[in-house]
């Protein structure tokens, strides 16, 4: 069946520094992809997403490109801020529409 | 826009006895509602898919005579834990799909976090 993987975490950086999170996928058809974010306590949040090939999603700041030809979704943001704290999670949508979640990645930003 | 809201946040019962959590969708019709459990650092696993007004459908592994799911209306879905066991302890997590089929866009409640002692 479909799946995600994305690196293990945590991810520690500091304040300003560049932040990449990969995520890779095996799907049968042609998926949408999704980076969602969960803050301390709160709910799942959609970052951003895509749904074709070549796509890029982005919001606030944060960016990610649906290449085809290497499987991948990686979450890239150019200055990390401590309040991006959260742990982030790499999905698709499968035929049914139902998400396929990656393990999660924790971000750790420090001042 | 597209809250929404899950009831209680928390809650600890003792084992053998059952918890009802509800899902609501506070500003949209949802007519697919999600049911999803988080163990502690790994991912959602999907439990359940509801829509309103016709039974659940239950990935494989999960006992549906244990996770009773009731999806009353476009607004309310019930996920009912009968006959809790230490094990169920975990993080449920509902989410709803918007009626408007352009999207698909599922919105995500806060959780509950349910702990059988």
Redesign the interface.
């Known amino acids: 069946g479909d799946s995600v993987t994305q690196m293990e975490g945590p991810v520690t950086l500091s304040e300003e520094a560049f932040l990449t999170i990969n995520c890779t996928y095996t799907a049968t058809g042609y998926p949408s992809l999704f980076w ?1 974010v969960q803050y301390p ?6 970052l951003l997403k895509a749904t074709k090939a070549d796509d890029k999603g982005s919001n606030k700041g944060f960016e990610a490109t649906y290449r085809k030809e290497t499987t991948s979704f990686h979450l890239e943001k150019g200055s990390v801020q401590v309040s991006d704290s959260a742990v982030y ?1 790499c999905a698709l ?1 499968d035929p049914a ?3 396929v ?4 990645t924790r971000l750790l930003v420090s001042p | 826009g597209a809250v929404v809201s899950q009831h209680p946040s928390w809650v600890i019962c003792k084992s053998g006895t059952s918890v009802k959590i509800e899902c609501r969708s506070l500003d949209f019709q949802a007519t697919t509602m999600f049911w999803y459990r988080q163990f502690p650092k790994q991912s959602l696993m999907l439990m359940a898919t509801s829509n309103e007004g016709s039974k659940a459908t239950y990935e494989q592994g999960v006992e549906k005579d244990k996770f009773l799911i009731n999806h009353a209306s476009l607004t309310l879905s019930t996920l009912t834990v009968t006959s809790a066991h230490p094990e169920d302890s975990s993080f449920y997590i509902c989410s709803a799909r918007s009626s408007d089929r352009a999207t698909y866009e599922q919105y995500f409640g806060p959780g509950t976090r349910l702990t059988v002692t």
């Open positions: 969602y306590g709160e709910g799942l949040q959609l999670f949508s529409q139902k998400l979640f990656g393990t999660g």
